[in-house]
């Protein structure tokens, strides 16, 4: 399967200058509002002011641009995913066309989601981060440590933990799915025959309770999704926290210290 590497960086790319404004905007502007209330002169805010209309811009219309080329990347993949998976159906066709219809619907979605949803925005934030990491730490290093910290737990670390914890839910999903499928065909389709054997009710039944499986298992990966949600939005709050009192123990400048713990918290929103 041809891949269209050069697509997928620049749309990579676009996505990383996107988080890259973003985090610029919540930084200059932090930076303005708390030096702003000190009454400086508005010559030396100007900069700032410009600064922050150009990012706030910038982010908009790059975030256009990613949208537009990591989807015509991705359907450039899915079409070829699409036709291969026609021309295996047709080579061995399967018993059970409403399983077959399932898993060309729902796996051509993943591979969909696997890219615009996962790989991109997983490099983009790391690279994002990476950066932010070491600007900081060249203004506070004990700041950027703390900071690299948060990323890792909340980029990494959480990640992983969400895996472990979903990895036996995710895979009866698709089994699930497929037998429910079969069951709603078989009902609909052999309406007339089931009503004839009198067998509606059996298999009625057999589907309420394929459904209530599925409708068990969702439930359990939307907690566990929602708790590894609610983790990681916690460590991003403490991770800013933490730097903000090593950055007041520091002796950091006020204004240099609001900067960087709102860019804590701006970074570990991207690496969530």
């Known amino acids: ?7 997928l960086v620049g749309a990579g790319l676009l996505a990383a200058a996107t988080d890259a404004a973003g985090l610029g905007l ?3 502007a932090t930076w303005l509002l708390v030096t702003a209330a000190g009454q400086p002169p508005i010559t030396a805010l100007t900069v700032a002011i410009v600064t922050v209309r150009a990012l706030a811009i910038g982010r908009g219309t790059l975030r256009y641009a990613e949208r537009l080329a990591s989807h015509d990347a991705v359907l450039r993949i899915v079409t070829e995913v699409r036709a291969r998976i026609f021309a295996t ?5 399967l018993a059970r066309h409403a399983d077959a219809l399932s898993r060309m619907v729902s796996d051509v979605e993943a591979v969909q989601d696997l890219v615009v949803r996962v790989a991109l925005p997983i490099a983009a934030s790391g690279l994002v981060a990476v950066i932010a990491v070491i600007i900081t730490a060249s203004f506070a290093p004990l700041v ?3 900071m690299l910290a948060g990323l890792l737990i909340t980029g990494v670390v959480i990640p992983l933990l969400g895996v472990a914890l979903t990895r036996r839910g995710a895979a009866q999903l698709a089994p699930l799915r497929a037998a429910y499928a079969i069951s709603t065909i078989d009902v609909v389709h052999g309406a ?7 067998a509606t009710t059996r298999y009625e039944a057999v589907g309420v309770a394929q459904a209530e499986q599925l409708s068990t298992v969702e439930r359990s990966l939307a907690r566990r999704a929602f708790a590894l949600d609610a983790l990681s939005s916690t460590v991003t709050g403490l991770t800013a926290a933490a730097g903000l009192l090593v950055a007041t123990r520091q002796g950091v400048p006020a204004v240099w210290t609001a900067v960087l713990t709102v860019a804590a918290l701006a970074a570990g929103e991207l690496s969530m």
């Open 1 to 7: 399967m041809r891949i269209p590497v050069l697509r």
């Open 26 to 28: 919540m930084a200059t």
């Open 89 to 93: 159906l047709i080579d061995r066709p």
């Open 144 to 146: 950027g440590l703390t």
């Open 192 to 198: 007339a025959d089931l009503a004839a054997y009198g």
